[in-house]
C-alpha cells in the first residue's frame, strides 16, 4: 500500500461537520478552518493526495487556505507539503503523506497574470483553469457558449508550465480545454471527471478531449464524488459505475493515462451536495446518500485496488492507474526538488 505509491489525483480529504445543515456548514465555512481527516488518510494506503480547496474567488482567502495547510503539515506528524515533483521519494523515505495543494479554479487571480506567482509561492502545485462558469481565462463546462481560452487564459497556461503547476482541466468547457491542450507545453490533467459517452452530463468528458488530454502526456482522473460518474448502464451510484468510466478511458487512451480522482471527504457528502444542488449539472439523479465503495478518501484507492484484481487487470496496469501515472506526471511538471514542510 503506501510503499506501493498509492496517490489521489483530486480529494478534499476534510471531515465535514456532522450533522450536515445550514447551520452547521455556514459556520465550519466562515471558520476558515479545515479539519483535516488525519486517522483516515493515515490507514487509507495513499503515498500522496493531490488536496484540493473547495472553489473559491476570494484571492486572500485562498492563501489564508494554503497557509493554513502548510501549519496543519508543519505541526501534524505524518504530513508534509510536497512542492517538487519527487513527492513519492519523500513519501517513501519518511513514511508520511505527502500533501500536493490544488485549486478548483485559479479564477481568483482575476485578471492578473502576477499572481500566479504568488499562488506558487504560496505553496500551489495544481489549479484547474475555470470552474463551471466563465471567467477571464476561459469557458467552464456551463457556459451557454464556450469560445475557447481568451489571451490571459494562454499566457496563464504558459507561466504554470514555467512555474511548474498542473493545469487543471475538470471542470473547464470542451473547446477551452482543447485549447489548453493546444497551448501547454507540458502534460494537463483532468483531475476528477469521467467519460460523458457513459454518462451524457457536462461534468463527464468527451471521447476527444481525453485523448487531447492523453496527447499531452497527462492524465484523467476518474471521480466517485456523489451524482457524478453513473452510466446510462448502471445509474446506481456505486464502485462498479465508477470503475466502468476507468474501463472506458483505459480501452480509449490506455491505462497509462488514467489515474483515481475521487474528489470525495470524510462525512455527509450527499449533504453538502443537497446545500448546493446547483454545482451538479444535470442528469444526476437519482439521489443516493453515499457511493458504495467508495465513500471517502480513506477507502477508494484500497476498493478500487481489489476490483481491478477481481477484473483481471496486470499488476504493472493497476500499479500506474493507483499511483504511478500520477507521481510520473508530478515529476515532469512540478519543480525537480522542493522544501517539504512538516517532514518527519
Aim: proline fraction near 7%; hydrophobic fraction near 40%.
Amino acid at each position: 500500500e503506501r510503499a506501493g505509491g498509492w496517490i489521489s489525483l483530486h480529494d478534499h480529504p476534510i471531515r465535514l461537520p456532522e450533522p450536515m445543515e445550514p447551520a452547521t456548514w455556514q459556520r465550519y465555512a466562515s471558520e476558515e478552518r479545515e479539519t483535516v481527516g488525519v486517522e483516515g488518510l493515515r490507514r487509507s494506503g495513499l503515498s500522496a493526495v493531490v488536496y484540493s480547496m473547495l472553489g473559491s474567488d476570494d484571492f486572500d482567502r485562498v492563501l489564508r487556505w494554503a497557509a493554513g495547510v502548510r501549519a496543519f503539515a508543519a505541526t501534524t506528524p505524518g504530513f508534509f507539503v510536497a512542492e517538487g515533483g519527487d513527492v513519492l521519494e519523500r513519501a517513501r523515505r519518511t513514511s508520511a503523506i505527502g500533501l500536493v495543494l490544488a485549486l478548483e479554479t485559479i479564477g481568483s487571480i482575476g485578471d492578473r497574470l502576477d499572481r500566479v506567482d504568488l499562488l506558487f509561492g504560496a505553496g500551489v502545485r495544481s489549479a484547474g483553469l475555470t470552474y463551471n462558469a466563465p471567467n477571464a481565462l476561459g469557458h467552464g463546462l456551463l457556459s451557454p457558449r464556450d469560445e475557447g481560452l481568451t489571451p490571459l487564459g494562454r499566457g496563464v497556461v504558459r507561466r504554470m508550465n514555467e512555474l511548474g503547476m498542473l493545469v487543471d482541466l475538470a471542470h473547464v468547457g470542451d473547446r477551452t480545454s482543447l485549447d489548453a491542450c493546444e497551448v501547454s507545453a507540458r502534460p494537463v490533467v483532468i483531475s476528477h471527471a469521467g467519460a460523458r459517452a457513459l454518462w451524457p452530463s457536462p461534468r463527464m468528458k468527451p471521447d476527444e478531449v481525453i485523448r487531447a488530454c492523453a496527447a499531452t502526456g497527462g492524465l484523467i482522473g476518474i471521480e466517485a464524488a456523489p451524482h457524478t460518474t453513473l452510466t446510462l448502464a448502471h445509474r446506481t451510484h456505486d464502485i462498479d459505475a465508477v470503475m466502468a468510466h476507468v474501463d472506458h478511458c483505459v480501452e480509449l487512451v490506455g491505462p497509462e493515462h488514467v489515474a483515481l480522482g475521487p474528489d470525495t471527504m470524510f462525512g455527509d457528502h450527499v449533504g453538502l451536495h443537497r446545500l448546493h444542488p446547483a454545482s451538479l449539472p444535470a442528469p444526476h439523479h437519482p439521489w443516493v446518500e453515499y457511493v458504495l465503495g467508495m465513500e471517502n478518501p480513506g477507502e477508494c484507492h484500497r476498493n478500487a485496488a481489489a476490483w481491478l484484481i477481481r477484473h483481471g487487470y496486470p499488476d504493472e496496469a493497476i500499479a500506474a492507474i493507483l499511483g504511478g501515472n500520477v507521481a510520473r506526471v508530478v515529476r515532469q511538471v512540478l519543480p525537480p526538488g522542493g522544501t517539504a514542510e512538516g517532514e518527519r
